[in-house]
């Protein structure tokens, strides 16, 4: 069973958070996110050709900014996004990104 590593919010820097939210492939996942309450890995994917290598690195990078949690249903690995825990950390960074990204 794959073990994911999700930081406590306190321990995040903001330039961390902003690295992650800099990508527009993460940062479209996000919003992906955002708009749902969970999704697959596949599902979390900001386009179908987007090697699944890349996709766990983007994850990965998402998940050490404290923005997605990862958790095993089955053989199903499902994505939240960490929206509450990372708005009291940031707050309003979240939405203002959100709010002012170039959709793609």
């Known amino acids: 069973m794959p073990r994911f590593t999700h930081p406590r919010l306190e321990d995040v820097p903001l330039d961390l958070a902003l690295h992650a939210l800099a990508d527009p492939n993460r940062l479209s996942m996000v919003a992906r996110l955002a708009e749902t309450e969970r999704l697959s890995c596949a599902g979390a994917a900001p ?3 987007i090697p699944k290598s890349t996709l766990s690195n983007h ?3 998402l998940r ?3 923005l ?3 958790t095993q249903v089955g053989r199903e690995m499902i994505n939240t996004l960490r929206r509450d825990e ?3 950390r940031f707050p309003g960074l979240l939405g203002a990104v959100l709010a002012n990204r170039a959709v793609q």
């Open 47 to 49: 386009c179908e050709s």
């Open 59 to 61: 994850l990965k990078l």
């Open 64 to 66: 050490a900014a404290g």
């Open 68 to 70: 997605i949690e990862t």
């Open 86 to 88: 990372f708005d009291r």
